[in-house]
């Protein structure tokens, strides 16, 4: 079996979730497994629990931002790492350590390089169309790297090779329908909601709108399921939103269950990890036309895709009439990630992609 290395300095949300469903599949399979990682205003405080027994967890400070003494710190402290452990395979995860571990592998050229963006920095619109272009001209020279791209989803896929290199697989995220609690709907009230930390992409501005729009207290109820952004909690509080606060991805879960509507109004998207979870749930989910969520959502199918308040609006007023429409479009979603979305599906592929040949535990787990 392999030593497999994980460096993620986005340390929460889904990206955490990928990289813990990645590495406890992994360590389950019979591979050595380091996690190297960062810790987040938005880490949970639990973290440590997600881990499998036997994996190992190497904190080394990464910035979010752009840095360039703590960015070269970070460097050699993870070169020094790398170097010490001698991994078979290292999988850099979003963009600060994708960047980092990308200048190191032409340096240190031991095993095989992957990066999994998670979101594409240059395609964050709110980030304005100056540091976007400032992002694609590094994402541009650092291409180069001897580092095959992994793509969660399709979408990010094509702008890849667009944009950056024809040196990348598709590996779309996953979820576990085990954990997965279905969602019953409830009687007497319409409960719309959204699982995510409260940030900048997530929009919860244009949350608000569409719940200042059509919030009635007792018939149609806003939820949003964590916390954060101090600005975009005031937002949604002043629209009637009811906020839990952070919660254990269990409690989240379980709270999912509780809603009649999923929407998820993103900024942008790697590949949604809270919307893959809604779908499996059987929820019917109304999202943002963006990368990520297109490919999930096939609009009137197995949910709709929205390009504005009004668009989210009007579809949300129909289902919120109709039960049966919301229980028909929420059974096609948990159809449609069961088929293409499951753990199995997504680690066949990841194990195809660092070309571990025969796939470890597709016996085992039946992928």
Same mark, same amino acid.
């Given at each position: 079996?392999?030593?497999?290395?994980?460096?993620?300095?986005?340390?929460?949300?889904?990206?955490?979730?990928?990289?813990?469903?990645?590495?406890?599949?992994?360590?389950?399979?019979?591979?050595?497994?380091?996690?190297?990682?960062?810790?987040?205003?938005?880490?949970?405080?639990?973290?440590?629990?997600?881990?499998?027994?036997?994996?190992?967890?190497?904190?080394?400070?990464?910035?979010?931002?752009?840095?360039?003494?703590?960015?070269?710190?970070?460097?050699?402290?993870?070169?020094?790492? =790398?170097? +010490? %452990?001698? #991994?078979?395979?290292?999988?850099?995860?979003?963009?600060?350590? !994708?960047?980092? *571990? @990308?200048?190191?592998?032409?340096?240190?050229?031991?095993?095989?390089?992957?990066?999994?963006?998670?979101?594409?920095?240059?395609?964050?619109?709110?980030?304005?169309?100056?540091?976007?272009?400032?992002?694609?001209?590094?994402?541009?020279?650092?291409?180069?790297?001897?580092?095959?791209?992994?793509?969660?989803?399709?979408?990010?896929?094509?702008?890849?090779?667009?944009?950056?290199?024809?040196?990348?697989?598709?590996?779309?995220?996953?979820?576990? =329908?085990? +954990? %997965?609690? #279905?969602?019953?709907?409830?009687?007497?009230?319409?409960?719309? !909601?959204?699982? *995510? @930390?409260?940030?900048?992409?997530?929009?919860?501005?244009?949350?608000?709108?569409?719940?200042?729009?059509?919030?009635?207290?007792?018939?149609?109820?806003?939820?949003?399921?964590?916390?954060?952004?101090?600005?975009?909690?005031?937002?949604?509080?002043?629209?009637?939103?009811?906020?839990?606060?952070?919660?254990?991805?269990?409690?989240?879960?379980?709270?999912?269950?509780?809603?009649?509507?999923?929407?998820?109004?993103?900024?942008?998207?790697?590949?949604?990890? +809270?919307?893959?979870?809604?779908?499996?749930?059987?929820?019917?989910?109304?999202?943002?036309?963006?990368?990520?969520?297109?490919?999930?959502?096939?609009?009137?199918?197995?949910?709709?895709?929205?390009?504005?308040?009004?668009?989210?609006?009007?579809?949300?007023?129909?289902?919120?009439?109709?039960?049966?429409?919301?229980?028909?479009?929420?059974?096609?979603?948990?159809?449609?990630?069961?088929?293409?979305?499951?753990?199995?599906?997504?680690?066949?592929?990841?194990?195809?992609?660092?070309?571990?040949?025969?796939?470890?535990?597709?016996?085992?787990?039946?992928?």
């Amino acid at each position: 079996m392999s030593h497999i290395t994980h460096v993620v300095e986005s340390f929460g949300a889904g990206t955490l979730s990928m990289v813990t469903a990645m590495a406890n599949r992994q360590i389950a399979d019979g591979h050595r497994v380091t996690v190297i990682h960062s810790v987040r205003e938005e880490t949970p405080a639990n973290w440590r629990e997600l881990f499998a027994n036997g994996i190992e967890l190497v904190q080394l400070p990464m910035t979010r931002s752009i840095s360039p003494l703590a960015d070269w710190r970070a460097g050699r402290l993870l070169h020094d790492t =790398l170097k +010490a %452990i001698k #991994p078979d395979v290292v999988h850099l995860h979003s963009s600060k350590a !994708g960047a980092l *571990g @990308r200048i190191l592998s032409w340096i240190y050229r031991g095993p095989k390089w992957f990066f999994s963006p998670h979101g594409l920095s240059f395609l964050q619109r709110a980030e304005g169309r100056l540091k976007n272009t400032v992002f694609l001209l590094i994402e541009k020279l650092l291409a180069g790297s001897p580092v095959t791209f992994i793509a969660c989803s399709p979408g990010e896929a094509k702008e890849i090779r667009t944009h950056l290199s024809d040196n990348v697989l598709e590996v779309h995220n996953a979820v576990d =329908l085990a +954990a %997965i609690t #279905p969602a019953p709907g409830n009687t007497g009230v319409v409960r719309v !909601g959204t699982v *995510g @930390r409260v940030t900048l992409a997530r929009n919860p501005e244009l949350f608000a709108q569409i719940a200042a729009a059509l919030g009635k207290p007792g018939e149609i109820e806003f939820v949003w399921i964590g916390g954060g952004d101090e600005s975009g909690e005031s937002a949604l509080r002043a629209a009637g939103v009811s906020i839990s606060g952070w919660v254990d991805r269990k409690t989240a879960l379980a709270r999912m269950a509780e809603l009649d509507i999923y929407i998820q109004t993103s900024r942008w998207e790697g590949m949604p990890v +809270a919307v893959l979870e809604a779908m499996g749930a059987g929820l019917p989910v109304i999202a943002t036309n963006v990368i990520g969520n297109r490919d999930l959502v096939k609009d009137g199918d197995n949910g709709y895709l929205a390009d504005s308040a009004t668009d989210f609006t009007a579809r949300l007023a129909l289902l919120a009439q109709d039960r049966h429409a919301r229980e028909a479009l929420g059974g096609r979603a948990r159809q449609f990630v069961q088929q293409h979305y499951s753990l199995d599906v997504m680690m066949a592929a990841l194990y195809t992609a660092y070309g571990f040949t025969p796939v470890p535990g597709t016996e085992k787990h039946g992928a």
